[in-house]
């Protein structure tokens, strides 16, 4: 397969993002997003699916996380959509399933054109560092319709808020490796329509 590596932008009043990802990676990262556990989240799933991301985020913190979380994740969804290309020879879906203690998450993809997500996951604590809990389903949301995926994302045994959050990011790498993975049964885009 060519190279698969595309780097993208956004700048707004309210943040002011760059990213760089390879999804043919070894899962180093180089990230700074100002929210220390978003960091950290991002690096598990960069880690997790074996992708090379580079992420520089400056945001509007003084107001919350919301913006800078959310146009991440749009970021990351451009960003992906541009380094698949046409989406010929990939598998398309992908699925994974991801213990982490006594916490299991499900992640499944489509990467089909067509945005949808579909999240189940109860947080009982507001905030975790500083990236406010409720942000992560948002930044799932943002992932998937601008990444023109269909996601879905459920935790089957919940627990640790921490675990929760870890294991949804990183389940979301695993997957999405899976989903991008070439086929070699397949030239072509894997649809009867002819496209995706």
Known sequence: MESRVASCSRVTKETQIEMTLNLDGT????????IGFFDHMLSGFARHGLFDL????TGDLEVDSHHTIEDTGIVL???IAKA???KKGIKRYGHFMLPM???LVLSAID????PYLNFNATFTCDKLGELDTEMVKEFFYAVSYSGAM???LKVLDGG????????????????LDMAVSEEPRMKEVWSTKGSL
């Open 27 to 34: 899962g180093k990262t180089d990230i700074s997003t100002g």
């Open 54 to 57: 580079t992420v520089k985020v």
């Open 77 to 79: 969804g451009q960003t």
């Open 84 to 86: 698949l290309g046409d």
């Open 101 to 103: 203690d006594e916490v």
């Open 111 to 114: 990467l089909s054109g067509r």
């Open 150 to 152: 269909n996601l879905h």
């Open 160 to 175: 640790n808020n921490h675990h929760m959050a870890e294991a949804l990011f990183k389940a979301f790498g695993k997957s």
